[in-house]
């Protein structure tokens, strides 16, 4: 079955540079979710996208943006990197289920790692 | 969403069930509890969930309590491509986001 797919899969950036994420959601997901994994620590929410639209805001610095496009894959944009945004970035994605519930499926994410 | 309580680690032997408990007391009636796992550094996988009734996929087992106020996952055969951190979440209908605990850090010994 297809999954989700996330681009680059590793990214090695100095300070102060910019990155651009990529996610590519599951067939007919209409629902991207981007979470951020640091050293040693769980997954934390960072911003979801329904049908194009922000949905949700969650621990997202104001210099990372991200949008959903038109074919639902979705781009996280982070700029004036510092060393602390060296992390794995997670990428979901998700359809209304039954009853309206849904399950997030997890792409292989991106190590960022900045230097 | 209700606060997770999960032991920081167990152990299993190789071929036998692991039963990974979960305590989730102040969940309310329209939270369901997710299990998700992570293999080292790998994507969040998810495994399984269940609101009042217990589950059963070819991956995993859900065994939640009347109450609901704890459930058990179990892996019926451990294999040692188990070895992972499971989460155990409560998270309501309309959220958006899933909040990570600390998890369980099961460890499937040979």
């Known amino acids: 079955a297809a999954g989700v797919i996330q681009s680059p899969r590793h990214l090695i950036k100095e300070k102060r540079e910019t990155a651009t994420l990529k996610c590519y959601p599951i067939?007919?997901?209409?629902?991207v979710y981007w979470y951020q994994q640091g050293p040693g620590q769980d997954p934390q929410f960072l911003i979801s996208?329904?049908?194009?639209?922000?949905?949700d805001k969650g621990s997202i610095p104001d210099r990372f943006s991200a949008q959903q496009f038109s074919d639902y894959h979705s781009e996280l944009n982070m700029s004036s990197l510092e060393l602390g945004d060296s992390a794995l970035y997670f990428c979901?994605?998700?359809?209304?289920?039954?009853?309206?519930?849904?399950?997030?499926?997890f792409g292989p994410g991106t190590r960022l790692l900045v230097l | 969403d209700a606060k997770t309580t999960q032991p920081t680690s167990m152990d299993c032997a190789e071929g036998r069930a692991a039963n990974l408990p979960c305590n989730h007391s102040?969940?309310?009636?329209?939270?369901?509890v997710y299990w998700y796992r992570q293999i080292h550094s790998q994507g969040p996988q998810y495994i399984i969930h269940?609101?009042?009734n217990n589950e059963t996929n070819e991956m995993a087992s859900l065994i939640i309590t009347e109450d609901r106020k704890s459930s058990t996952l179990i892996l019926p055969h451990a294999t040692l491509r188990d070895t992972a951190v499971y989460y155990c979440?409560?998270?309501?209908?309309?959220?958006?986001?899933?909040?990570f605990g600390s998890g369980t850090q099961l460890t499937v010994l040979p």
């Open positions: 979901a994605s998700s359809s209304p289920g039954q009853g309206g519930w849904e399950t997030q499926y």
């Open positions: 067939p007919r997901h209409d629902t």
């Open positions: 996208f329904y049908e194009k639209m922000q949905s």
């Open positions: 102040t969940i309310s009636g329209n939270e369901y």
């Open positions: 269940g609101l009042k």
């Open positions: 979440i409560a998270i309501s209908g309309s959220a958006r986001q899933l909040t």
